[in-house]
């Protein structure tokens, strides 16, 4: 997975495609490149490294002139992150450049046949052979570029979105997407293209979002092009009316996105209620749910299918909606499901979360469930992603545009809407009472106060980072609802901050990881009133006796704990059911600070990308 960005106007195309790769920096940070037309020649820039890498070389190689131009911020698939393997690559002629998201699982074929015909290759990239096969269609035939771009994808297996152009006509770009995601930015007599629309939001609110399966010819003077790339159909594109701001996508302030994200969250979550949670009048409205309420009442199971992060949002969901609307439930990993041939019947009802809605192995965990007749619901952030026009119906989180790749506000937001679902439908199928949910409803709408309260231990929170932060090891322990806190509580250590961490249900201890505890371990556990409490005392008790180090979450005002533990975290009290909406809080900030006090990259973390286009 990359970010692909591309300009044809009036503007100094560098400055737009440098600008727009930073903002797509989060897709893929390992290299990336330029190349721009400027009147007489193609000139390419690329360098392993950052945007920020790119920029210098550029500026002492004297590579910026042009009004068209194409970037890349890559995430290796094929080839290590070098300066040969980043893109653009070029043809063998040196007239096309290219551009590309995604993986041609059959390049090694094409690329055979490409050599036998004289090509050469420098890359060990599959896309430099997808720019030859281009141009090979192109000299053989005498077609244009849309021409043989069409031809040549439909000899290709896998995934893109493209953006080529042919030195010769610097006057067009030709895009297309399978599989990942390309936006078209539509402005005055100047188009942008880019995996999402933060880099063209500060030029133009219109844009449109091609379909899989879709390509565009993008020429100046006239409107986009856009066909079938299978069957030649033209379409006339839908223009969407952007509402994201730049001051959304930009750290207003803060250090890095992720802390901006976590301080977010108050907002967000108000901002997924908007329109939804009427507490006073105890309704809660989800046009995705109403319209198809009698799926959910009729399912034999809820199968929810997700990666990482959003996979724990998932395993939160299964304990609410089976205590509050008694629907048996099953989380999946989307990978694990899509390959093991599951059984999934008409009667069931898949819930896919994602919070970029672009991640391959759920997008194909919901096609296996869509041809085995199963409903599917969506829950994206990202408005008008592939998941969210892919499934049957679905909810947004409306958390905003979450850029550091560690998800935070994704993740409270995506709990936000799956907990109002669960109400929802324990109200339809009468599982909880009118009382009941009058009463969760109320204290629903106290969440995002009751996170201001969470957040204020930020400073307190620092000391507990200092304390933690030259451990090689820790553990996260949760029950309940707050099990599944403890595993994303580890995965935000681990992928910030490169300390091996793992989640654990706390009765699980006993039976191995209590073998790992000594005076070195940091055990950080999960300790609020509601849910279990005695038992998860006894847990640190028994850490306590191994001299482990204990981090308590524990609720306001427990004194019980406070004796026991190194330090503790207070967090407001609430309902079992939405302690993870608080729970989660201290647990983020304190990933935060220690990733930070180790001077490690927060927003970027190492061979990590934000949105996971690729199996
Ligand atoms: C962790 C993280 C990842 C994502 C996962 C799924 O902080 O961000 O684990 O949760 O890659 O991504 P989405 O939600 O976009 O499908």
Redesign the pocket.
């Known amino acids: 997975m990359c970010g692909i960005v591309g300009y044809i106007g009036q503007k100094d195309a560098y400055d737009v495609v440098l600008k727009g790769l930073q903002r797509l920096e989060y897709r893929g940070y390992d290299s990336a490149g330029i190349a721009l037309y400027d009147g007489n020649q193609l000139n390419i820039c690329k360098t392993k490294g950052k945007v920020s890498d790119l920029n210098t070389k550029c500026i002492a190689d004297n590579v910026r002139k042009g009004k068209i131009g194409i970037g890349h911020t890559r995430w290796a698939t094929h080839g290590e992150p070098n300066d040969v393997n980043s893109h653009p690559h070029v043809s063998n002629s040196g007239r096309l450049a290219i551009i590309h998201n995604g993986i041609i699982e059959n390049y090694d074929a094409i690329k055979k046949v490409l050599e036998n015909r004289g090509y050469t290759f420098h890359s060990d990239t599959d896309t430099e052979v997808l720019v030859n096969l281009i141009e090979e269609v192109m000299m053989s035939d005498d077609h244009k570029l849309g021409k043989a771009v069409q031809i040549a994808l439909n000899q290709a297996v896998g995934a893109y979105a493209i953006a080529v152009f042919d030195r010769e006509k610097p006057n067009e770009i030709v895009v297309a997407r399978l599989g990942s995601p390309l936006a078209i930015g539509v402005g005055d007599n100047e188009f942008f293209i880019a995996s999402d629309a933060s880099p063209f939001i500060e030029y133009t609110k219109s844009a449109i979002y091609l379909e899989d399966g879709e390509m565009g010819v993008i020429r100046l003077g006239r409107e986009p092009r856009i066909r079938k790339i299978h069957n030649d159909k033209l379409i006339d594109p839908y223009i969407h009316e952007l509402k994201i701001s730049l001051d959304q996508i930009e750290k207003s302030g803060y250090e890095h996105f992720m802390l901006k994200e976590i301080y977010e969250q108050p907002e967000a979550i108000k901002d997924t209620f908007r329109g939804r949670m009427l507490a006073d009048k105890g309704v809660i409205r989800m046009a995705g749910v109403d319209d198809h309420l009698e799926k959910f009442l009729n399912a034999d199971r809820i199968i929810i299918a997700?990666?990482?992060?959003?996979w724990h949002a998932g395993l939160v969901a299964e304990y609410i909606f089976e205590d509050i609307s008694r629907i048996p439930v099953e989380v999946e990993y989307a990978s694990e499901f899509r390959y093991r041939n599951p059984v999934i019947g008409p009667n069931d009802v898949m819930i896919a979360?994602?919070?970029?809605?672009?991640?391959a192995d759920?997008m194909a965990a919901i096609k296996l469930a869509k041809e085995n007749g199963a409903f599917v619901f969506g829950v994206c952030n990202v408005v008008g992603s592939s998941i969210s026009r892919e499934t049957d119906a679905g909810a947004y989180t409306h958390a905003g545009p979450e850029i550091g790749?560690?998800?935070t506000k994704?993740f409270t937001t995506q709990i936000t809407v799956l907990s109002l679902m669960a109400l929802k439908l324990g109200k339809a199928k009468g599982t909880i009472s009118n009382s009941d949910f009058h009463l969760y409803l109320n204290e629903m709408e106290s969440i995002p106060d009751k996170i201001e309260k969470a957040l204020q231990e930020n400073d307190h929170i620092l000391n507990v980072a200092e304390f933690m932060k030259n451990s090689k090891n820790s553990l996260y322990l949760g029950r309940g609802y707050n099990f599944p806190v403890a595993l994303e509580g580890a995965?935000?250590l681990k992928?910030i901050s490169y300390i091996h961490a793992e989640g654990y249900p706390a009765a699980e201890m006993k039976h191995g990881p209590i073998a790992l505890i000594d005076e070195e371990m940091p055990v950080v556990v999960i300790a609020t009133r509601k849910g279990h409490y005695e038992k998860v005392v006894s847990n640190i008790q028994e850490i306590k006796s191994r001299k482990g180090k204990i981090i308590a979450l524990v609720t306001e005002g427990d004194d019980t704990v406070k004796n026991i533990a190194d330090h503790v975290i207070e967090v407001p009290e609430t309902f079992e059911a939405f302690t993870p909406l608080l729970t989660t809080i201290p647990l983020q900030l304190l990933s935060y600070h220690i990733a930070v006090m180790l001077g490690k990259n927060v927003d970027q973390p190492r061979n990590l990308a934000?949105?996971?286009t690729v199996e």
Not at 353 to 359: L, P, R
Request: hydrophobic share 30%.
């Open positions: 997700a990666c990482g992060t959003s979360i994602s919070q970029s809605g672009e991640t759920t790749v560690a998800s994704a995965l935000k992928e934000k949105s996971v």
